[in-house]
């Protein structure tokens, strides 16, 4: 079975400033990685995912994760955030084959962007 | 319409009526699935669907039944619910059940309670 720990349930930041919300996962088995961002009563969207291949990632709305296999950690960061990236993001893990294949989602990160 | 659409967006019931959430996908994915998000708690996946099949009921308390009569259309059937099943319940739907496929989420239906 897949866990998924978001260490900051809220990041506040005021904007152009980088932000960086941290994820680490635990698996018994290979993992494909995913963040996804709710804005205020939406659902949620694909913001990037790691599947195999290069470790750094690039998503929409210029955010970036890195895979680091060692210390289990998929953190996603923005260099500079606007206004409009205030939301919830959540870091989510899908294991390799049958239930595994489940998507399993963190707690989430509220990100506040202050001007 | 394109994407995942849900209906109805907000919905308040007492304890002893019986409401049905619906979700429908534009997207011809194979998969389907509703998803509980409560304050403070992680979301929970309720009911997987693959190719109108229910393949994984999560420990769901039998006052939820989900319906899939077709790819496009997944309900989830509600009666006789507590207040602590007050919840946005999220409907996904994705190409392929197997590992990298990527969830498309609807807007959610806001479930009260009273």
């Known amino acids: 079975a897949q866990s998924v720990t978001q260490l900051d349930s809220q990041v506040p930041v005021f904007e152009e400033a980088p932000v960086e919300l941290r994820c680490n996962y635990s698996s018994s088995v290979s993992v494909y990685l995913f963040w996804y961002v709710q804005y205020p009563n939406q659902g949620l969207q694909l913001l990037l995912k790691y599947l195999s291949g290069s470790t750094l990632v690039k998503g929409i709305n210029g955010f970036e994760a890195e895979f680091n296999k060692s210390q289990t950690s998929f953190h996603l960061r923005k260099p500079s955030v606007h206004i409009s990236d205030t939301a919830e993001y959540f870091c989510?893990?899908?294991?390799?084959?049958?239930?595994?294949?489940?998507?399993?989602f963190g707690k989430g990160t509220k990100l506040s962007v202050k001007p | 319409e394109t994407g995942v659409t849900q209906t109805p967006r907000h919905l308040v019931m007492g304890m002893t009526n019986k409401k049905s959430l619906k979700c429908e996908q534009h997207l011809g994915h194979n998969a389907m699935y509703w998803y509980k998000q409560s304050a403070k708690k992680p979301l929970e996946l309720m009911f997987v669907?693959?190719?109108?099949?229910?393949?994984e009921n999560n420990s769901v308390p039998s006052r939820f039944s989900p319906e899939c009569p077709n790819s496009s259309h997944l309900f989830l059937h509600l009666h006789t619910l507590q207040p602590e099943d007050s919840a946005l319940y999220l409907c996904?739907?994705?190409?392929?059940?197997?590992?990298?496929?990527?969830?498309?989420f609807g807007e959610g239906s806001r479930l009260t309670v009273l």
């Open positions: 669907y693959s190719l109108e099949e229910r393949v």
């Open positions: 996904a739907s994705s190409p392929i059940r197997g590992p990298g496929g990527e969830l498309f």
């Open positions: 989510a893990v899908r294991g390799y084959g049958g239930s595994q294949g489940n998507l399993i």
